[in-house]
């Protein structure tokens, strides 16, 4: 079975939910589930799993949550290998506060681990979401699972449960 790690990092809880659902239904355990901003110590962590779970509020104009901006900055310039792995990429944010760069931390993400040789699995169906544009919008879809439990908190649970069943089956 593939060993599988979630790194995430969360403003507001938002993609700490995801993170958790993801947690519970791969059943990955409590080393294994790594909070940025406190449990990540270098990018050397990654090479334990053959499956990557990555999450990140966006912030600001587009950008990761701030826990994120060394790790990669590190992985761009030692242009560390993901060759062999499968990564998918979730986080949170405000389609309609930050409707022009709606969760874009998560189109920042997938080009520094797609540029590394990631596997990229999960992409999203656009259709349903409202917001003016994101760099998470990749070939119509987005890279990942992209929440609003701002303005849409109704449809979060439901994207959450049909994102775990859609990896399952692109993990098998």
């Not at 993801?22 to 406190?38: G, I, Q, T, Y």
């Not at 990555?54 to 992985?75: P, R």
């Not at 681990?113 to 760099?135: H, M, P, T, W």
């Amino acid at each position: 079975m593939a060993k599988t790690g979630i790194f995430y990092a969360s403003a507001g809880g938002n993609t700490t939910k995801i993170a958790e659902a993801l947690k519970e239904a791969f059943e990955v355990d409590d080393d294994d589930f790594v909070l940025m901003e406190s449990d990540f110590d270098d990018i050397s962590q990654f090479e334990n799993y053959d499956v990557l779970f990555l999450g990140s509020s966006t912030w600001g104009q587009g950008d990761v949550h701030f826990s994120w901006v060394d790790a990669l900055f590190e992985i761009t310039s030692e242009n560390v290998s993901f060759e062999g792995k499968k990564v998918a990429f979730f986080g949170a944010g405000d389609s309609k506060k930050h409707k022009e760069h709606f969760c874009s931390a998560l189109g920042k993400l997938y080009e520094v681990f797609k540029n590394g040789g990631a596997d990229i699995v999960g992409f999203v169906d656009k259709s349903g979401y409202e917001y003016q544009s994101s760099l998470a919008e990749i070939d119509g879809r987005f890279c990942g699972l992209a929440i609003d439990n701002v303005n849409e908190a109704s449809k979060s649970a439901p994207r959450i449960s049909a994102w775990i069943e859609q990896l399952k089956q692109e993990l098998e």
